[in-house]
């Protein structure tokens, strides 16, 4: 059983179309991160939120901690060929905060 | 500023034999976690060093071991390799008396078992 799931496993957009990915958990996370991971590479941090209801904007970006540290959303506007990749939210529970707990990821295309 | 290079890039092993990964953290960095990513699916956290000592472990059997040097940089070895244990391994480094969550990933390992 995932501690973290995320939805959708993969989205295929039109170039300038804008989307959502969610990351979903039962557990409280003391916080979340968001990575971007290209084929042959590791992943790249994207953002950390800390507290709950927490918005934090990158660019075209922008990500939204839940209320209760349960979930996170990233929205991206106007998506670029740029932005393929898999999306990896990755959080730190309450009770393990040295423990990063990584989702399945959701891979996303941008079709130019 | 040199980020978390890992070696070698790719490896293939036998069924029953051991392997040696080796990792160098972000320059600064004093914390080394591993990470084992199947293919399609998120890392999966094996164990974190500091000071030397294994601190955290997720749940990985014993065949799976760590190092930590005085200068930072991390082993992984793995022993008795199964099919399934062919994956990209990841290192992330991060600093103690930082955010804990802030970790810089290298590029991997691939490692396939035959």
């Known amino acids: 059983t995932q501690l973290l799931e995320q939805s959708p496993q993969f989205l295929s957009i039109q170039e300038g179309e804008n989307l959502t990915v969610y990351c979903n958990s039962s557990s409280v996370f003391s916080s979340l991160q968001w990575y971007r991971q290209e084929p042959g590479e590791g992943p790249v941090l994207l953002v950390t939120v800390v507290t709950g209801g927490e918005v934090k904007k990158l660019k075209r970006l922008t990500f939204q901690f839940g209320d209760a540290r349960k979930d996170s959303s990233l929205h991206i506007t106007a998506a670029q060929p740029g932005d393929t990749g898999l999306y990896l939210c990755?959080?730190?529970?309450?009770?393990?905060?040295?423990?990063?707990?990584f989702g399945p990821g959701t891979s996303l295309s941008v079709i130019p | 500023d040199a980020g978390v290079t890992q070696s070698p890039t790719h490896l293939i092993k036998t069924r029953g034999q051991q392997v040696t990964l080796r990792c160098s953290p972000k320059?600064?960095?004093?914390?080394v976690s591993w990470y084992q990513q199947a293919l399609g699916q998120g890392p999966q956290f094996i164990f974190q060093y500091y000071e030397e000592e294994e601190r955290q472990r997720g749940n990985f059997p014993d065949r799976f071991s760590g190092h930590q040097f005085p200068n930072y940089s991390s082993e992984l070895n793995v022993n008795a390799l199964l099919l399934g244990d062919s994956a990209l391994y990841l290192c992330?480094?991060?600093?103690?008396?930082?955010?804990?969550?802030?970790?810089?990933f290298g590029p991997g390992t691939r490692l396939t078992v035959t």
């Open positions: 992330a480094s991060s600093l103690e008396t930082g955010s804990p969550y802030e970790q810089y």
């Open positions: 320059s600064g960095h004093d914390t």
């Open positions: 990755a959080g730190a529970l309450e009770t393990s905060y040295d423990k990063v707990i």
